[in-house]
């Protein structure tokens, strides 16, 4: 079965400070997409980035990035130049590439920033 | 406005009472979910809908009953719950084609339910 682990519950960081929030998972599946998920107060839970596990190169969007390694079955999240608006519940996802509709998702890791 | 639709945002229930909750998307999606949501806990996959047909069903006590008249449009029922049914849910939508789909979960807000 597919696990999704984040091992840290609470992180923070400065205002405009870089933080990297981990993310392992355990499967035997060769292809597969994962998926960070941001959820603020307001509830909804919004994609940040997304990876596709075949492709080597690092996904980015911004501010936002990833360090797949996928031999180490690693997905972290790096947020550079962190800003107040940053400030959520952060969720790691992993699903199969095959038909499927089943997402796998972490406990979270809630990130405070300090202005 | 945005893409999923959830209400109400918050519902208080007797264990006795029955209340729905509705989610409507609108992204053109064929597929949708209900989550549970509970603190320090994975989100649950509840029930999944495909083209209108239910997918999926992880276990889910039968105090919880779906229905998904079209593919925009996707209910959750609820009668005699318990206490440990609070929590928030959410509905999500994506697009599954045959084969592969790496379309991402697109959320509403939830609804944050309390069971006295």
């Known amino acids: 079965a597919q696990t999704v682990t984040q091992s840290q519950p609470e992180m923070s960081v400065q205002e405009a400070e870089t933080v990297t929030l981990s993310c392992t998972y355990d499967t035997s599946e060769s292809d597969y997409y994962l998926f960070w998920y941001k959820q603020p107060p307001s509830r909804q839970m919004i994609l940040v980035i997304r990876q596709e596990a075949y492709k080597q190169q690092n996904a980015t969007e911004n501010r936002f990035s990833v360090n797949f390694q996928k031999a180490a079955k690693s997905f972290s999240l790096k947020i550079s130049d962190s800003q107040l608006g940053d400030a959520a519940m952060y969720f790691c996802?992993?699903?199969?590439?095959?038909?499927?509709?089943?997402?796998?998702f972490g406990t979270g890791t809630s990130l405070t920033v300090i202005p | 406005e945005t893409g999923v639709t959830q209400t109400p945002r918050h519902l208080v229930m007797g264990m006795t009472n029955k209340k729905s909750l509705k989610c409507e998307q609108h992204?053109?999606?064929?597929?949708m979910y209900w989550y549970k949501q509970s603190a320090k806990k994975p989100l649950e996959l509840m029930f999944v809908?495909?083209?209108?047909?239910?997918?999926e069903n992880n276990s889910v006590p039968s105090r919880f009953s779906p229905e998904c008249p079209n593919s925009s449009h996707l209910f959750l029922h609820l009668h005699t719950l318990q206490p440990e049914d609070s929590a928030l849910y959410l509905c999500a939508s994506s697009q599954v084609s045959e084969g592969t789909s790496n379309s991402p979960l697109h959320f509403g807000n939830g609804t944050r339910l309390t069971v006295t």
């Open positions: 992204l053109g999606h064929n597929a």
């Open positions: 809908y495909n083209f209108k047909e239910q997918t």
């Open positions: 996802a992993y699903r199969r590439r095959k038909t499927g509709n089943q997402f796998y």
